[in-house]
């Protein structure tokens, strides 16, 4: 009687460990519980509030997670126009990402027999890419052309190493960024030099292209006017063909004239629309024959709803420019994530039956023991395959769902700016004064708005 | 028996590894020691262009000349590096390192940039109020007859974990009367930067 009481009582507490250890990772991401108040101090627009909730709660993001804690701070320092230290938060999740390239052996093992949330958070590809179009618009904010100008040359980069990772004919949807694109064609106009002139057509030629087969064909974006623009008249100043093949591409846009970049300024404002969808857990439960159960889990993007779909902006009073779509940020993760899919749940289901294999090996070694260890052995079993299998839920969760740009050109001077906010359509949801804004000549200044209405 | 021994073996693997975590060391290195860390611009880069152009540009006949011609030294004003790499990099330390240099030598005169000229015309300003007694004078700053300016460039080749970043720091000087470049130097970078893909 002793002995049999005994061995299910000597089993008992490493089974015990596993399950408290695998409801201690169930719970691994805490941090995810804060974005409820981000977003509402967001919405009040207290930006900075939030950036100091984060930093309170760096350890609520814990190490893994050090990638997200550096770009939630990041973005809600931009958003309160601190881009010094928008940009320092920023370097360093940066930092962080390239570290983890080198991927841990051990970390994957434990993922292998846990989840994926134990490994550390690395960034999505294009989330990595739009660390570096916040930090060349928080340069532009600081007056760095040339800061921002290194930010558009990392671009470059990255998109070569993201092209590299996957081997040729994998599926991958995310090659190319045509905004980042974009954005680096308008930052080489602004260096000036003959040189930044050829670099601003090469980036206006590679984000008009990456519109055409990538955005426009996934997503439904297409090349916004200000990019059609810039193209014709980056391309005027390479010469005939290039301003031909231009012309071609853009048949209805017009090349601004050398004189008018020289005489006038150019207002860009730069909208981040809303929030970007969140991932939720999708799980399969299955019950085996030997009563077991197993479980599958795997995230899927939830979208998220926003009324505020576009945005126009008035120039004394005259309607400016209407802001157009450049980037779908909510939709390219989604098409990234449906992308991964497979791969996802190769791993998930592979480590289910790791799990159940496991169960049951240790299930009939405890039955040999005595019935009621064996009984202890499957209820702790399988109230460990249900808590541990965990699908990894995170993402930079304070990116916007799409990023639309739009342009006017305003003779130099002061005038007299407001932005309405609208759903897409014709009717205004909210109107923002921006004041009066003074420009000089040959000058290019941004703009940055943030909605989540 | 043998399980119930494993548990403190582990709390006590735990708490070295803890432990060790929680040391921080530092150890003083001379400066001119080569430590490469992320593979980066770093400071052994800066200092192996401020040698190179220090040397070129001291040696290169331009002074001389100068001298031949004018009768006095050649006064450089530094102008900013423009960067055109792929890192954001402190041009600011070799440029420093270089108008030292023509300083300690004696044969170049070196005077203040924009920023800097701003702070000391501010001064001498304060100084005419009335208060000081031996002010500054106006007009008596000297004018650069050279502008020293520069760029760096980079070049990257990458493929997987493996990466070619390739430097050329290239700096000019340049006569302010007549737009000739006297003295070109040149310092030519390349790096090998490995990163595993996985690791324990």
């Keep these: 009687m002793l002995r049999m009481l005994s061995s299910p009582l000597r089993a008992l507490p490493r089974l015990l460990l596993w399950v408290a250890l695998a409801a201690l990772l169930a719970a691994c991401s805490p941090h995810r519980a804060l974005y409820p108040r981000l977003e509402q101090l967001s919405r009040q627009g207290k930006y900075l509030e939030a950036a100091q909730v984060v930093e309170k709660n760096k350890a609520e993001y814990g190490d893994r997670n050090s990638v997200l804690y550096n770009l939630d701070r990041g973005v809600f320092y931009h958003y309160a126009g601190r881009y010094k230290e928008s940009n320092e938060a920023f370097a360093a999740a940066e930092h962080r990402m390239d570290e983890l390239y080198t991927e841990s052996i051990s970390g994957n093992v434990a993922a292998f027999a846990l989840n994926d949330n134990t490994l550390p958070y690395r960034g999505e590809d294009f989330e990595q890419v739009i660390v570096n179009i916040y930090r060349a618009l928080n340069y532009i904010e600081l007056g760095q052309t040339d800061e921002a100008l290194v930010e558009a040359r990392k671009v470059n980069l990255k998109l070569e190493q993201i092209n590299d990772k996957y081997p040729a004919g994998a599926k991958n949807v995310y090659k190319e960024d045509a905004f980042a694109r974009l954005l680096a064609g308008v930052l080489y106009e602004m260096g000036g030099t003959r040189d930044d002139f050829n670099d601003a057509y090469i980036s206006d030629r590679l984000a008009a292209d990456a519109y055409a087969n990538d955005f426009s064909k996934n997503y439904g974006v297409q090349a916004p006017e200000a990019l059609a623009r810039n193209l014709l008249t980056t391309a005027t100043f390479m010469g005939s063909d290039e301003l031909q093949a231009a012309q071609q591409r853009f048949p209805g846009a017009s090349p601004i004239p050398l004189q008018t970049l020289r005489q006038e300024g150019q207002l860009y404002f730069v909208h981040f629309a809303g929030r970007g969808p969140t991932k939720v857990e999708d799980a399969i439960r299955a019950l085996m024959p030997d009563g077991n159960h197993i479980k599958i889990a795997f995230p899927r993007y939830k979208p998220s709803y926003y009324v505020i779909n576009g945005s126009r902006v008035l120039v004394d009073g005259q309607p400016g420019t209407t802001l157009q779509t450049a980037q779908p940020i909510g939709a390219i993760a989604v098409e990234n994530l449906q992308n991964r899919k497979g791969r996802i749940a190769v791993k998930a289901i592979a480590r289910a039956t790791v799990k159940y294999l496991a169960n049951k090996a240790l299930q009939e070694r405890a039955r040999k023991e005595s019935q009621g260890a064996g009984l202890l052995a499957f209820v702790a079993g399988n109230v460990f395959a249900e808590v541990s299998e965990q699908a990894d839920l995170r993402s930079w969760q304070t990116l916007p769902d799409k990023v639309l740009i739009g342009r006017v050109l305003v003779p130099p001077g002061k005038h007299h700016v407001q932005v309405q906010f609208t759903t897409g359509g014709a009717s205004v949801v909210a109107t923002r004064d921006l004041g009066e804004v003074t420009v000089d000549a040959g000058q290019t200044r941004f703009f940055i708005l943030h909605t989540l209405q | ?200």
């Design chain 2, 1 to 200: 028996m043998k399980t119930r021994l494993r548990l403190p073996g582990v709390l006590l693997l735990a708490t070295v590894m803890i432990l060790a975590a929680c040391g921080k060391s530092v150890s003083r290195r001379q400066a001119t020691e080569a430590i490469d860390l992320s593979g980066r611009w770093n400071d052994v880069d800066s200092q192996e262009v401020s040698a190179a152009m220090i040397q070129d540009a001291l040696t290169f006949g331009w002074i001389d000349q100068w001298q031949r011609t004018k009768g006095r030294k050649p006064v450089v004003m530094a102008y900013g590096v423009k960067n055109r790499s792929t890192e954001h990099i402190n041009t600011q330390t070799f440029m420093k390192d270089l108008e030292r240099a023509f300083l300690r030598s004696g044969r170049v005169s070196v005077v203040a940039d924009k920023d800097e000229r701003l702070q000391s015309r501010e001064e001498r300003a304060d100084q005419q109020q009335g208060l000081t007694a031996n002010p500054a004078r106006i007009g008596k700053e000297l004018g650069a007859d050279f502008v020293l300016t520069g760029v760096l460039n980079s070049i990257v080749d990458q493929e997987g974990g493996e990466k070619v970043v390739f430097y050329q720091a290239n700096l000019e000087l340049i006569n302010v009367e007549t737009n000739e470049k006297v003295w070109i130097g040149d310092k030519k970078i390349k790096k090998f930067i490995e990163q595993s893909k996985f690791k324990l």
